[in-house]
């Protein structure tokens, strides 16, 4: 069974900095690209960022681009998000998911959807 | 950036109906790359069509997806309990992968 476990997200003061996990088995992680996507509570969904399964191709959200770094460590089966300059407007739940084909190796977004998601972990920016 | 625009923004039916959500897109989106996803409060979303009309493993066939161009609709036939929850499409073909603002799907 594929899980998806976020981890990292807190409280933070605007301006600063917070990076969140994303922990993943049941799958071949080297072989699929991956996503986060965030929703304001009571909102809706909005993709951030995305990484191909090698880490080499990375793609943001003109929101977040140039505040945020998408990364993966494929030794440790983990997605990672380092979030700067932290806006109040980046308070969220934040998910990652995984970018599926239907083949066994989904290596570069895009043409990939989400399935499935993590249940998430929320970031709170505020003074 | 495509945008996808969903409507209704809330539909109230009863357990037992039919209910025909709308996913239209400000340019044509390749039906290959469009997915509808459902999420309950509290929890996350969850897939149930990629491809615009394929069903996700373990989705119930009174689900269905259909269209084209710039408008797709998602069907689900004799609505169960557990349906009543928020739905959205999304376009992958291209970045940013957007999604709609959602349907919420309520019971009468």
């Known amino acids: 069974e594929v899980q998806l476990l976020e981890s990292g997200g807190g409280l933070v003061q605007p301006g600063g900095s917070l990076r969140l996990s994303c922990a993943a088995s049941?799958?071949?992680?080297?072989?699929?690209?991956m996503s986060w996507v965030r929703q304001v509570p009571g909102k809706g969904l909005e993709w951030v960022s995305a990484?191909?399964?090698?880490?080499?191709?990375?793609d943001y959200a003109d929101s977040v681009k140039g505040r945020f770094t998408i990364s993966r460590d494929n030794s440790k089966n983990t997605l990672y998000l380092l979030m700067n300059t932290l806006r109040a407007e980046d308070t969220a739940l934040y998910f990652c998911a995984k970018m599926e084909c239907g083949r066994s190796s989904c290596q570069s977004p895009p043409k990939n959807w989400f399935d499935p998601w993590g249940q998430g972990t929320l970031v709170t920016v505020s003074s | 950036e495509i945008v996808l625009t969903q409507s209704p923004g809330t539909l109230s039916l009863s357990p037992g109906e039919r209910a025909t959500l709308s996913c239209r897109a400000s340019?044509?989106?390749?039906?290959?790359?469009l997915a509808w996803y459902q999420q309950k409060p509290g929890q996350a979303p969850r897939l149930l069509i990629y491809?615009?009309?394929n069903r996700a493993t373990g989705i119930p066939d009174r689900f269905s997806g259909s269209g084209s161009g710039t408008d797709f609709t998602l069907t689900i036939s004799g609505l169960e309990p557990e349906d009543f929850a928020v739905y959205y499409c999304q376009h992958y073909g291209s970045s940013p992968y957007t999604f709609g603002q959602g349907t919420k799907l309520e019971i009468k």
């Open positions: 990484i191909s399964g090698s880490g080499g191709s990375t």
């Open positions: 340019q044509s989106v390749s039906s290959t790359y």
């Open positions: 049941g799958f071949t992680f080297s072989s699929y690209a």
């Open positions: 491809g615009a009309s």
